[in-house]
């Protein structure tokens, strides 16, 4: 007879070994893309947890979420330090700060398993359910932070051909349930592997449906990538070299549609419209050509007037997009009148740009219409949704460079991958110096620029139609399936209570 694995942190502190495990989980996200790592990592995580009060468990949780964050988004603390302008100190504390809450959500998830567990099959179900829960719990609560979701590790194939059926968080529960049935299986209880030989079995021919088709004619475009310091970009006086920068970029490329980075011109739009914007209107004229370039819509002599981080639109057909989800602490400041006189003791800069809380509907753009998003936003599903299904194409600008030579853009491309998987459409990014890319709508990167150089990328994209199922859902069935499975637990819970001895 088969004995039962034993953990190989017997004997080792079980929140250390929390946050190792926590840490070693970022291997499977980008740059590193070791998917394996992701099912493996839960199911050490899911043994720490077997037999334990909530308490040991929020512990052992958040020591696992600390590793997650610590390693995964150090380049917080670079933004803040290097480019923030707050002392070092300063930086720290907050990062540790941002970390810990971040670290928090995944103690809650854990306390709640060890809450509901009962030592049975379901039990590998429950702990996905609520893992995945406090994900997307962690994507939307104040303004969310849905970043390195467990989902984001399978932006490769075959299993992002999950991604236009369940989304993300879909993806997610596929891999911490699988990484929850093997460790069972190590514990003896070998059946509960069946679903996973059967969703492993299924999901090869899921790469075979397609739920969009191609409309229209392939479209040309040109990425142009400018790779301009952060420190040097809103100095004064540096515009015209930033502009003329842009400029010879662009007459290199010969794609219909151009597309610059976000706040590619440091500039207020009112201040652009007697030379550069008649430029650029020029050019679109004599070329047939159309332009989306980055700047600042707003009145700079009007102090109380909103501010949009914006992207103009100049061509045959002009127009704007206004970020609509903010960065906070870095794109405005939350509770100011709490946090203002903080930030005024400390001297610390703070932009303060005005969300868009109106409708963005795609922008027309060479014969396609165009959904944007501006950098963060990629995060958010729902924000790309909102344009589907009039978008044929979707584009996202950026400016990577406010994280130095970090994982951050590749964190973020990963992400952008998902996006266009769940969308089912062509995705054009171009960055300042990032990862200036184009992802098939199947989620594959079909090109892209080496970072940290300018250069221009010129594409061929395919505008699309149609939804997925996510498209039309979003992520309320897997949501309610989630919070099913969380309630059958409760429910057997309670009923084991009432049980006789």
Same mark, same amino acid.
């Not at 989980?25 to 009060?53: D, T």
């Not at 004064?236 to 010969?254: C, F, H, K, N, V």
């Given at each position: 007879?088969?004995?039962?694995?034993?953990?190989?942190?017997?004997?080792?502190?079980?929140?250390?070994?929390?946050?190792?495990?926590?840490?070693?989980?970022?291997?499977?996200?980008?740059?590193?893309?070791?998917?394996?790592?992701?099912?493996?990592?839960?199911?050490?995580?899911?043994?720490?947890?077997?037999? #334990?009060?909530?308490?040991?468990?929020?512990?052992?949780?958040?020591?696992?979420?600390?590793?997650?964050?610590?390693?995964? #988004?150090?380049?917080?603390?670079?933004?803040?330090?290097?480019?923030?302008?707050?002392?070092?100190?300063?930086?720290?504390?907050?990062?540790?700060?941002?970390?810990?809450?971040?670290?928090?959500?995944?103690?809650?998830?854990?306390? +709640?398993?060890?809450?509901?567990?009962?030592?049975?099959?379901?039990?590998?179900?429950?702990?996905? +359910?609520?893992?995945?829960?406090?994900?997307?719990?962690?994507?939307?609560?104040?303004?969310?932070?849905?970043? $390195?979701?467990?989902?984001?590790?399978?932006?490769?194939?075959? $299993?992002?051909?999950?991604?236009?059926?369940?989304?993300?968080?879909?993806?997610?529960?596929?891999?911490?349930?699988?990484?929850?049935?093997?460790?069972?299986?190590?514990?003896?209880?070998?059946?509960?592997?069946?679903?996973?030989?059967?969703?492993?079995?299924?999901?090869?021919?899921?790469?075979?449906?397609?739920?969009?088709?191609?409309?229209?004619?392939?479209?040309?475009?040109?990425?142009?990538?400018?790779?301009?310091?952060?420190?040097?970009?809103?100095?004064?006086?540096?515009?015209?070299?930033?502009?003329?920068?842009?400029?010879?970029?662009?007459?290199?490329?010969?794609?219909?549609?151009?597309?610059?980075?976000?706040?590619?011109?440091?500039?207020?739009?009112?201040?652009?419209?007697?030379?550069?914007?008649?430029?650029?209107?020029?050019?679109?004229?004599?070329?047939?050509?159309?332009?989306?370039?980055?700047?600042?819509?707003?009145?700079?002599?009007?102090?109380?007037?909103?501010?949009?981080?914006?992207?103009?639109?100049?061509?045959?057909?002009?127009?704007?997009?206004?970020?609509?989800?903010? #960065?906070?602490?870095?794109? !405005?400041?939350?509770?100011?009148?709490?946090?203002?006189?903080?930030?005024?003791?400390?001297?610390?800069?703070?932009?303060?740009?005005?969300?868009?809380?109106?409708?963005?509907?795609?922008?027309?753009?060479?014969?396609?219409?165009?959904?944007?998003?501006?950098?963060?936003?990629?995060? !958010?599903?729902? $924000?790309?949704?909102?344009?589907?299904?009039?978008?044929?194409?979707?584009?996202?600008?950026?400016?990577?460079?406010?994280?130095?030579?970090?994982?951050?853009?590749?964190?973020? $491309?990963?992400?952008?991958?998902?996006? +266009?998987?769940?969308?089912?459409?062509?995705?054009?990014?171009?960055?300042?110096?990032?990862?200036?890319?184009?992802?098939?709508?199947?989620?594959?990167?079909?090109?892209?620029?080496?970072?940290?150089?300018?250069?221009?990328?010129?594409?061929?994209?395919?505008?699309?139609?149609?939804?997925?199922? !996510?498209?039309?859902?979003?992520?309320?069935?897997?949501? +309610?399936?989630?919070?099913?499975?969380?309630?059958?637990?409760?429910?057997?819970?309670?009923?084991?209570?009432?049980?006789?001895?």
């Amino acid at each position: 007879m088969l004995k039962k694995a034993k953990w190989p942190v017997s004997g080792f502190p079980r929140w250390l070994a929390a946050f190792l495990v926590g840490a070693a989980l970022n291997l499977a996200f980008a740059p590193y893309r070791q998917i394996w790592v992701a099912p493996l990592a839960l199911a050490i995580l899911y043994g720490l947890l077997k037999g #334990v009060r909530a308490r040991a468990a929020f512990g052992r949780g958040c020591a696992f979420g600390a590793g997650l964050f610590a390693f995964g #988004v150090p380049w917080i603390y670079l933004t803040l330090s290097r480019f923030g302008g707050m002392p070092a100190a300063a930086a720290a504390l907050a990062c540790g700060l941002f970390i810990a809450i971040l670290a928090f959500y995944a103690g809650l998830a854990c306390a +709640a398993f060890a809450r509901l567990q009962s030592g049975d099959g379901l039990d590998p179900w429950l702990f996905a +359910a609520i893992w995945v829960l406090g994900e997307w719990v962690r994507g939307v609560f104040l303004t969310g932070f849905p970043w $390195l979701d467990v989902g984001y590790a399978a932006s490769a194939p075959p $299993l992002m051909a999950w991604a236009p059926l369940v989304g993300v968080l879909g993806l997610s529960f596929i891999l911490t349930v699988s990484g929850a049935l093997v460790a069972e299986a190590l514990r003896g209880r070998w059946r509960g592997l069946l679903p996973v030989f059967l969703m492993a079995g299924v999901t090869p021919a899921l790469a075979g449906l397609s739920f969009v088709h191609r409309v229209g004619a392939p479209i040309t475009a040109s990425l142009i990538q400018g790779d301009v310091l952060p420190t040097a970009k809103w100095h004064p006086g540096t515009l015209r070299i930033i502009a003329r920068r842009y400029l010879r970029l662009t007459g290199e490329s010969d794609g219909r549609l151009v597309i610059w980075p976000e706040t590619a011109i440091p500039a207020y739009s009112h201040q652009l419209r007697r030379g550069f914007i008649p430029t650029m209107q020029r050019l679109a004229r004599i070329g047939g050509r159309h332009f989306l370039f980055g700047l600042v819509e707003g009145n700079a002599h009007d102090p109380r007037g909103p501010v949009y981080n914006a992207v103009m639109s100049i061509g045959r057909h002009d127009g704007f997009y206004r970020k609509r989800h903010l #960065v906070p602490f870095g794109e !405005y400041l939350p509770w100011p009148s709490v946090l203002g006189p903080v930030l005024d003791i400390l001297h610390i800069p703070m932009a303060s740009f005005t969300p868009w809380h109106g409708a963005e509907p795609p922008l027309p753009a060479a014969h396609a219409r165009i959904g944007l998003t501006i950098c963060y936003e990629i995060a !958010y599903g729902s $924000l790309v949704t909102q344009g589907l299904p009039g978008a044929t194409l979707l584009a996202n600008v950026s400016d990577d460079s406010w994280y130095g030579h970090s994982n951050e853009a590749a964190q973020q $491309l990963e992400i952008a991958q998902l996006r +266009a998987a769940e969308a089912g459409r062509d995705m054009l990014i171009a960055t300042n110096d990032g990862m200036t890319a184009m992802i098939g709508h199947t989620g594959r990167i079909r090109a892209r620029l080496a970072p940290f150089r300018e250069g221009v990328l010129t594409v061929v994209a395919e505008p699309y139609a149609g939804l997925t199922p !996510y498209d039309r859902f979003g992520h309320t069935g897997v949501l +309610a399936a989630l919070m099913l499975v969380v309630a059958a637990a409760g429910w057997r819970r309670r009923r084991g209570r009432r049980l006789p001895a």
